[in-house]
């Protein structure tokens, strides 16, 4: 292994290849369930580099049969489902894309922005706006996950109802492949019918197929006015009326709805006392939604006005607030995104990223909910998530009196199998946006069709036959 790391430290060298001192923001994984050991952590400065690094890996591999070596591919490191981190047997080597962060190019007339795979999400949010656009994903990590990350996982967050995941703002990759040779497809082009869809296929592998470099992505207009409004609802059931309304009338303007449950809300209230959450006490939900409007903000406020009254009249809302400024909207999304953290606080918890079709998650939760507290009397849900595309994130908590460890490993084990049962049962997916990582790998072979399986295996070993590429993720050869 020494000649191996000697050729690496020449590549991109000998500072940029670390294996010795605390090397645990590369080795633990952001939700510290687990904390791997890495045989080095590689940090290459360009394409090339990465290239040359696979490229060595691979031959080493070829050399030795044997040998248990691989690469763990690694951006923001801030992924939930464990797939961006070394596992315990000291031989894999995670190549970190943090210095591949330039942004190549901005074309406003074709409206693309070309970036490095380790530029982080707001730097790429910001460029956009500097130059009156936008760049729609956005999540709550967006101040640290990066772009090759955002891609490999197909990330989700709060505007997906309206412009989709990362695969849908995404028109080219530049990808390494198992191999060490160079895919250039980052492209501009909105239609190009010439063969199989590559894009697509590295875009959600989470680097088990090829190491994302670069990407091409897509800008829209900015909005003239963004207004933001707090719902309280007093059913799922409501929600999913209100969204059906805000539909209607808001059209293509709604660009974010989400839903938060009265518990979720006061761990935030308990937690962060700092802010101040509205109507959480007036019943068992409340709604987020967002209006961008290409009008004026005058018919933003319109337009939000009627919807609210509509909304009133018809019972799917009891009581809401409009934000009457950009810091009022920002603490409103402030709440929204500081259930993860409030959950943290209150203890360990088992997650869970789920998708329901809208028309069914009203049912799935009431039907869930009972499951659940029937099979363990006191546990806590902590229920929140994008409805408008429907996914929620649906978090089981440890009954009060209960420690929070022992909860999970007398009760996770079950709680999944029971929570992804249901799921199953009302046509839904175990994985909405997080990914699949090793945490979910067990639970896929039990949820996914079997030729879906064989499907991924098949491609997984043609591309990588020597599972060089995150072995162990996604699916297992």
């Keep these: 292994m020494q000649a191996l790391l000697n050729e690496l430290k020449t590549i991109v060298g000998q500072a ?14 952001w939700r510290k369930r687990t904390h791997g050991k890495a045989l080095a952590v590689v940090r290459p400065g360009n394409t090339a580099e990465v290239a040359r690094v696979v490229k060595a890996c691979a031959k080493h ?5 044997d040998s248990r070596l691989s690469i763990v591919p690694q951006g923001g490191n801030t992924g939930l489902v464990v797939g ?32 490095e795979a380790g530029c982080i999400l707001q730097t790429v949010q910001q460029r956009a706006q500097a130059e009156g656009l936008l760049f729609p994903l956005s ?23 309206r412009f989709g995941n990362a695969r849908d703002l995404c028109l080219g990759l530049e990808v390494v492949t198992p191999q060490g040779d160079i ?23 989470e680097g088990t197929l090829g190491i994302i470099t670069a990407a091409t992505l897509k800008l829209y207009p900015l909005p003239a006015a963004q207004l933001t409004a707090w719902a309280a609802v007093p059913s799922l059931d409501a929600a999913v009326t209100l969204l059906g309304l805000a539909h209607r009338h808001l059209g293509a303007g709604l660009t974010g ?4 449950g009265q518990f979720a809300l006061t761990l935030v209230v308990r937690h962060f006392e700092q802010l101040r959450v509205p109507l ?45 400024s950009l810091g009022q909207a920002k603490t409103l999304w402030q709440i929204r995104e500081s259930i993860a953290l409030a959950q943290a606080e209150e203890g360990l918890n088992i997650k869970h990223d789920i998708s329901i079709p809208v028309s069914a998650i009203a049912e799935f939760v009431r039907t869930t909910d009972a499951l659940l507290h029937n099979c363990i009397p006191g546990v806590r849900l902590v229920n929140f998530g994008h409805l408008g595309d429907g996914n929620l994130h649906y978090n089981v908590q440890a009954p009060s009196d209960q420690d929070a460890a022992a909860f999970l490993r007398d009760h996770e084990a079950r709680v999944n199998q029971l929570v992804f049962d249901s799921v199953m049962d009302f046509g839904g997916s175990i994985s909405a946006e997080h990914g699949v990582g ?30 060089l590429l995150n072995p162990g993720r996604v699916v297992q050869i």
């Design 183 to 205: 895919w250039q497809g980052v492209t501009g082009l909105r239609k190009d019918n010439t063969g199989y869809d590559l894009r697509n296929l590295y875009i959600g592998s």
């Design 139 to 161: 999540l709550a990590a967006e101040g640290s996950c990066t772009i090759g990350g955002n891609l490999g996982t197909n990330a989700g967050g709060t505007q997906v109802l």
């Design 257 to 260: 709805f989400e839903v938060m």
């Design 61 to 65: 591999r070829s050399q030795h049969p």
């Design 84 to 115: 961006s981190t070394p596992d315990e047997s000291g031989l894999q080597i995670v190549l970190s894309t943090q210095r591949i962060s330039a942004i190549r190019a901005i074309d406003t007339a074709n409206l693309t922005i070309t970036v």
């Design 16 to 29: 940029h290849v670390l294996t010795e001192g605390d090397l645990s923001a590369w080795e633990h994984d």
């Design 280 to 324: 959480y006490q007036d019943g068992p939900f409340c709604v987020l939604l967002e209006n961008s409007d290409h009008e004026s903000e005058f018919h933003a406020r319109a337009q939000f006005e009627t919807l609210l009254e509509l909304a009133l009249t018809d019972g799917c809302v009891t009581d809401a607030v409009v934000a009457e």
């Design 438 to 467: 090793s945490l979910k790998l067990e639970h896929l072979r039990h949820y996914k069709s079997p030729v879906a399986l064989q499907t991924m295996r098949a491609i997984k070993a043609a591309l990588d036959p020597q599972n």
